[in-house]
């Protein structure tokens, strides 16, 4: 008796881009998924189609699926199932349609899983990396109360809010930390290279030097001997720091309290953790996904250790019948305001409605945070900027005006 072939060789599969004649002798072509060049022309033979021609498709490499393609997966998939286009067509649009091949092949991917039967929700939670647990309930929920299109498309706006208030976040920050880089790099060259030179010239005067300038040349001397290890400490410091805050749960807690007590970027970053919590508990709730369930996504979407830690003890408040306001006092987290609109929510019974008035708030307030902040920053900066280019620069020319006095 001849053995069976191992399960995993018989499922791996690929897709094929065909073309041939139908029973009316009419031109067709598409794609399927298939084991192989033979399965594919039987099934498709089967399907009373005269395969002419058959091609693996290969997919090219593409650039890494980000936050704004899924965000936009959702849109367009949210768009055409509104138009009435079926689920498995949406997919083929969405999934041909794309400009990159990363996207194109996870959507077919997708589609090829749903083809065989599994439920949206199940397909998405096969692939965690790009969908996390918070969408595939959404879409659960939509699917189970037969209402999958508004409920992507709430998903869609979901999305788009949140990648727009963490890039007004990453804004604020990238400006000041790249300024301070190129600072950094600046510095080190006029040490490295021109402070050297200086120095050369000053040999001949026969003169004492000033204080600032032995300091200087000091420091030169320093760099230009250890330049390497300068460079590659400050970079292995760089590395293994957000490494730590990666993947050290103790880590990320000390650095989100810390960042949430910043004397500057501080108030910006609790205002956009808020305007996250909230826009996250509002969109589970109006899906209809109960509350103490809700709180299991809310905390995590959060993106702050702080607020993970505070939903986990709200959701533990709830579950034991306390109400949400109650909870979220509790957790000494969350400003007055908030609270009042939650309580005003519980009592009217338009909890999501008002949870999504807050994010709204808290959204406008990022934004005049952060337009703010650039305004300050600017001159702030240059400030920095001038006394320490400013010093480098006195400190060397110091021993010239010296002896310009002397003569």
Request: with cysteine; net charge positive; glycine share 8%.
């Amino acid at each position: 008796m001849a053995s069976s072939a191992p399960r995993s060789s018989q499922s791996k599969e690929f897709i094929f881009a065909w073309e041939g004649r139908d029973k009316g002798g009419k031109i067709v072509s598409g794609e399927m998924r298939a084991g192989g060049v033979a399965i594919a022309t039987v099934t498709l033979r089967r399907q009373g189609i005269l395969v002419s021609k058959i091609k693996k498709k290969n997919f090219r490499s593409g650039r890494k699926i980000t936050d704004k393609d899924i965000s936009l997966f959702t849109r367009q998939l949210a768009t055409m199932m509104k138009a009435g286009v079926p689920l498995l067509q949406s997919f083929d649009i969405v999934g041909k349609g794309h400009a990159n091949p990363s996207v194109s092949k996870l959507v077919l991917d997708l589609r090829a899983d749903i083809e065989t039967g599994t439920s949206l929700n199940q397909a998405f939670r096969k692939y965690p990396l790009y969908f996390d647990a918070l969408f595939c309930d959404l879409v659960g929920a939509g699917e189970q109360a037969g209402i999958l299109e508004d409920l992507l498309t709430r998903l869609a706006i979901y999305k788009e809010k949140t990648i727009a208030i963490k890039g007004k976040i990453k804004s604020a920050l990238f400006y000041p930390m790249s300024i301070l880089a190129v600072a950094f790099i600046v510095t080190a060259v006029i040490m490295i290279w021109v402070v050297p030179a200086f120095k050369e010239v000053f040999k001949s005067f026969g003169a004492d030097l000033p204080t600032p300038t032995l300091i200087v040349m000091a420091i030169s001397d320093f760099f230009v001997k250890y330049w390497y290890a300068i460079f590659g400490l400050i970079g292995g410091a760089i590395y293994f720091f957000f490494q730590a805050w990666r993947r050290s749960p103790q880590m990320q807690r000390v650095m989100d309290r810390t960042l949430l007590k910043a004397p500057i970027f501080g108030e910006v970053i609790r205002k956009a953790t808020i305007a996250r919590w909230t826009r996250t508990l509002s969109t589970m709730f109006a899906a209809g996904v109960p509350l103490v369930e809700s709180l299991d996504s809310v905390g995590g979407a959060a993106g702050n250790a702080v607020y993970l830690d505070a939903t986990r003890k709200i959701q533990n408040e709830v579950s034991s019948g306390t109400s949400l306001t109650v909870a979220m006092q509790n957790a000494g987290v969350f400003p007055n305001m908030v609270t009042q609109m939650v309580s005003i929510g519980e009592e009217s019974g338009s909890l999501d409605a008002m949870l999504g008035k807050v994010a709204d708030f808290y959204e406008e307030e990022v934004d005049d945070a952060v337009a703010s902040l650039s305004s300050l920053m600017e001159p702030l900066i240059m400030a920095i900027l001038g006394i320490l280019i400013g010093g480098l620069v006195v400190a060397m020319y110091l021993p010239i005006f010296k002896l310009g006095a002397v003569v």
